[in-house]
């Protein structure tokens, strides 16, 4: 069975109110991980305590999306194996959006799921109140590459426009065996970007088909299929263009493998 840890993390809230503030690394969240029957200790750890992000009391606007109520900061994945090194990989810069005046990246996690009462909260019991729910699990394990291992844990990096978001895949390379976000076997090096929700396909099938862009959608006039599929080489995928007539999909219009 798999077993979760929850830790405690301080939190500084928005502009004006505050605690005091640490800049120790500050665990978010352990987990166990079998890696070829080897069991693993990965955790996700702040380097210093994360900043409350996209806590918004009136709905959730478009980019945060996935995001509210959460924490934003330098983020690391840290691996511990029995008589292995230590292996840490930076999380920040798969996020896109650069910090205030062009400094890096900063990682963004959903730190609890928002309440309809928000609004009400007072912002100087932010944090009390958030302290009282439990904490949305951020590495979610399964076995996206169909390999028969559940080592793979999908992060949201980015939300755009309304319903639009980015993740990408957390786990083990085939390659040589460390951890990283995971691309194709035709572009190893390049992390695959998919919505969170055709990951979620991508678990349940090791081949999928996923309308990305509908025509229309946006004011697109080219319709974007996704085919992603898995085998003993790793994951692939093409990305299709197809052009948007009166009655809907039409021809062809390129083919990207990515």
Do not use: N
């Not at 799921?113 to 958030?130: H, K, N, Q």
């Amino acid at each position: 069975m798999r077993q979760w840890t929850w830790l405690a993390v301080g939190v500084v809230l928005g502009a004006g109110v505050g605690v005091a503030r640490s800049r120790k690394p500050v665990v978010r969240e352990e987990i166990r991980v079998k890696v070829d029957g080897v069991t693993e200790r990965w955790r996700l750890e702040w380097k210093e305590p994360p900043a409350l992000a996209c806590f918004e009391t009136e709905g959730v606007s478009c980019p945060c999306e996935g995001f509210a109520q959460g924490e934003r900061g330098a983020l690391e994945l840290v691996r511990s194996r029995p008589g292995g090194p230590e292996e840490r990989l930076p999380l920040s810069p798969l996020f896109a959006d650069a910090g205030p005046g062009g400094a890096p990246p900063l990682a963004m996690l959903r730190g609890w799921e928002p309440a309809a009462d928000d609004e009400s909260i007072d912002p100087g019991e932010r944090l009390r109140v958030l302290g009282r729910r439990k904490r949305v699990r951020a590495m979610v394990l399964g076995d996206y590459d169909h390999d028969g291992q559940a080592r793979e844990f999908v992060l949201q990096t980015q939300a755009y426009g309304c319903g639009m978001r980015e993740a990408v895949l957390i786990g083990v390379d085939r390659r040589d065996g460390r951890v990283r976000a995971l691309g194709t076997a035709e572009h190893p090096g390049t992390p695959l970007v998919l919505e969170p929700e055709t990951w979620a396909r991508l678990r349940g099938s090791a081949r999928i088909e996923s309308v990305e862009t509908p025509c229309g959608d946006h004011g697109s006039e080219r319709e974007r299929v996704l085919r992603v599929h898995a085998d003993e080489k790793g994951l692939h995928a093409t990305s299709e263009l197809y052009l948007c007539t009166d009655t809907g999909r039409g021809a062809l219009d390129s083919s990207e493998v990515l």
